[in-house]
């Protein structure tokens, strides 16, 4: 840590390696008015889903320690890959160093929670990215919570990358958002529910929508995760204290910053300001 962290309140932190935690970030906007928010995408490293665990907690805890540093004293993994990967290490090892007062929060948990409820079959289908079907973690989550529910995971590589690349809305995205779909579903034909495991699948929901069979419910995690973080503010009054609200959003992106402000305004509808940070310095 280079500098000393500030104590003072600050805005809430959201992670992702790119655009997708901002699928994320408008619900906790729509959900918390009143809070500040800092996003930072990690969009000159993306995409995360393809790398090893160490590299992923390398980079994860680089964007928590800058948003720490930047005076968040709560940061949202809004990214299944680093919630899977780098989360629990986080927590575990570096928050008692770095200030034992801080809280990093992944996505995976407050998703998994909503699942029993949504599912009649107890067949659950999984997308998200190679890292995040590897790491086991919505198997493993989902079995502590609903013992009984099988779930299969599938991972969709090229997703990511056609939402990075701005081609979600192209004629070429179709193909690998039906193949993955249709992949899943012959593995398990009883699924009734299928997780949308990475924030950026959402910016692709019109054509998931397309060629996922009628009556199988699409979970995306946006309203979940934000109605968590509502709730877990309430029941730490102490933690929401030392948030604060205005009502910004400031954006920070490891890429070109008006390549992040035209991509993401156009997702957000509203023209946004951006500005470049390295995490490597
Ligand atoms: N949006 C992220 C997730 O939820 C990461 C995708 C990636 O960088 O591969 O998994």
Redesign the pocket.
């Known amino acids: 840590m280079k500098h000393i962290l500030p104590s003072q309140p600050g805005p809430i932190g959201v992670f ?3 655009y ?2 901002l699928t994320i970030l408008s619900q906790f906007r729509e959900i918390l008015p009143q809070n500040d928010f800092i996003y930072l995408g990690d969009n000159a490293r ?5 790398r090893s665990f160490e590299i992923v907690y390398e980079f994860t805890l680089q964007a928590v320690t800058r948003l720490f540093e930047l005076g968040c004293h709560l940061v949202i993994l809004a ?3 680093a919630s899977a990967k780098a989360l629990r290490s986080i927590q575990i090892n570096d928050l008692p160093r770095l200030d034992p007062d801080r809280r990093v929060l992944g996505v995976i948990r407050p998703t998994v929670e909503c699942i029993g409820d949504i599912t009649r079959s107890r067949h659950v289908g999984i997308l ?2 190679a ?2 079907i590897k790491s086991e973690s919505y198997v493993m989550e989902i079995r502590k919570l609903f013992p009984e529910i099988k779930v299969t995971g599938q991972a969709c590589p090229m997703w ?1 990358p056609l939402v990075e690349y701005n081609e979600a809305q192209s004629p070429g995205a179709d193909y690998f958002v039906q193949k993955y779909i249709d992949e899943l579903l012959t593995r398990d034909d009883q699924i009734d529910t299928v997780v949308l495991g ?3 699948y959402p910016l692709l929901l019109g054509k998931i929508k397309q060629y996922m069979p009628e009556g199988i419910h699409i979970v995306s995690q946006g309203e979940l995760v934000a109605h968590s973080l509502r709730d877990y503010l309430n029941r730490h009054p102490e933690m929401s204290a030392r948030c604060t609200r205005g009502g910004q959003c400031k954006y920070f992106t490891t890429e070109a910053e008006e390549k992040f402000a035209d991509s993401a305004s156009a997702f957000l509808k509203e023209t946004i300001q951006v500005s470049h940070l390295d995490l490597n310095d």
């Open positions: 992702d390696s790119g997708g935690g993306t995409p995360y889903g393809t990214c299944n890959t998200a990215t890292g995040t990511v990475c924030t950026h």
